[in-house]
Structure formats: structure tokens, C-alpha cells
């Protein structure tokens, strides 16, 4: 499971949030602090866009 | 001569959120309780350092507004969790350590204190949880 920040106190919003050890997410996610995204919209787990080189003509 | 200048300015975090613009005083404090370890033929009392039972206590201005002060802390009590203190907003660094207590237990919160024409403040203490010091530029 991955979490994005909701507000800016925990991070600018939007970006991945990644708990330390003893953070209790659960407070976290009812405060409105972050929000619960499954791991695939994860910005920090969504892999890079391939990258697409045009074949050269010759 | 060597010189020391040391603005309080430090930067608070609880669970993750940034309390700094709430915070108006923090006091960490490291503690091993001492066991007597004096035996005979001892002369004088000897101690050795008991279990680490460490003490973070903060000033919050209390706000009921989302993602302050009240709203941080409530789902907290009763509940351990992660804080952390330094000396000032700078990264982590030698000069600047970040000291954390993790697995720190909030016993109580007090949800009014509320006075005739002064600002409402609370005072809130975490108890125990393990100590470590983070100096690592993130």
C-alpha cells in the first residue's frame, strides 16, 4: 500500500509519503494529512515512461 | 575563543506532521533510571543504568483548524508513535542532529484549555519509546 500527501505539513501535496518506522498512518489518513493510493498510482512506485527513440531512416 | 550562538527555533514533528508553527516550547530529555549495583565489600553506592525511559514535553498554541494542532494529536492518544525534535528547519547534520523517540506513547491530551483573553496552549508529554539521533543529510 502507498500513501500521497493530502497537506503540506507532512510534505508537498501530492508527492509520495513514506512513513518511518512507529508512524501511525491510520491517524494520518483520518487527520486528512495523506491519502491511501493503491501501489500501481503511486507516483513512487509507477515506473518511468519508456523511452522512444525513433528508428533512424537511412 | 571558541563561540556558540543557539537561536531556538526547533523544528517539531509528531507523527510525521510538522507542528513547528504551533510549537512554542519542546523539552527532550534522556533518561536511565538508576539500579543499585553495590554489593559487599562496596564502600559506596554504585548505580548502573536502568531501561532507557525517555521524555519529550510540548507547548502547542491549540487550534481546532484541519491538520493542526488538535487534529494531529487526538487519534494519538492512548497510542504510540514517532516524534522528532531538532535544533533548527536546516537537513540533518552533526550540527544540526534530528533526535527522535520511536514508539513513544501519548497518554493524555488535554482537548480544552482555554482562558479569558489569553491564547489557548496546551502541554502534551510522550513517554518512553526508543531514542535515536539522525545526522544523515536525507
Not at chain 2, 523544528?11 to 543499585?36: E, G, I, M, Y
Not at chain 2, 487534529?71 to 492518544?77: E, F, G, N, Q, R
Not at chain 2, 531538532?86 to 493524555?108: H, M, R
Amino acid at each position: 500500500m502507498a500513501w500521497i500527501s493530502k497537506h503540506r505539513r507532512i510534505g508537498p501535496v501530492g508527492s509520495p509519503f513514506v512513513p518511518n518506522a512507529g508512524v501511525n498512518v491510520d491517524a494520518l489518513e483520518r487527520a486528512g494529512f495523506i491519502e491511501r493510493v493503491p501501489d500501481e498510482q503511486s507516483p513512487q512506485t509507477k515506473p518511468a515512461a519508456r523511452k522512444v527513440t525513433a528508428k533512424r531512416k537511412d | 575563543m571558541a563561540k556558540s550562538f543557539y537561536l531556538s527555533n526547533p523544528k517539531v514533528t509528531v507523527n510525521s506532521v510538522d507542528l513547528q508553527d504551533q510549537t512554542t516550547a519542546a523539552t527532550l530529555t534522556l533518561r536511565f533510571p538508576p539500579q543499585r549495583t553495590t554489593t559487599f565489600g562496596d564502600t559506596a553506592e554504585t548505580y548502573g543504568a536502568g531501561l532507557g525511559d525517555h521524555e519529550l514535553t510540548l507547548t502547542l498554541f491549540m487550534s481546532y483548524e484541519a491538520s493542526e494542532t488538535y487534529a494531529t494529536l487526538k487519534d494519538l492518544v492512548g497510542a504510540t508513535t514517532t516524534v522528532r525534535v531538532q535544533p533548527t528547519s536546516a537537513v540533518d547534520s552533526a550540527t544540526n542532529p534530528g533526535f527522535i523517540l520511536t514508539g513513544t506513547y501519548l497518554a493524555e491530551l488535554p482537548v480544552l484549555n482555554a482562558q479569558l483573553g489569553e491564547l489557548s496552549s496546551i502541554d502534551v508529554t510522550f513517554q518512553g519509546g526508543s531514542y535515536s539521533v539522525d545526522v544523515t543529510n536525507p
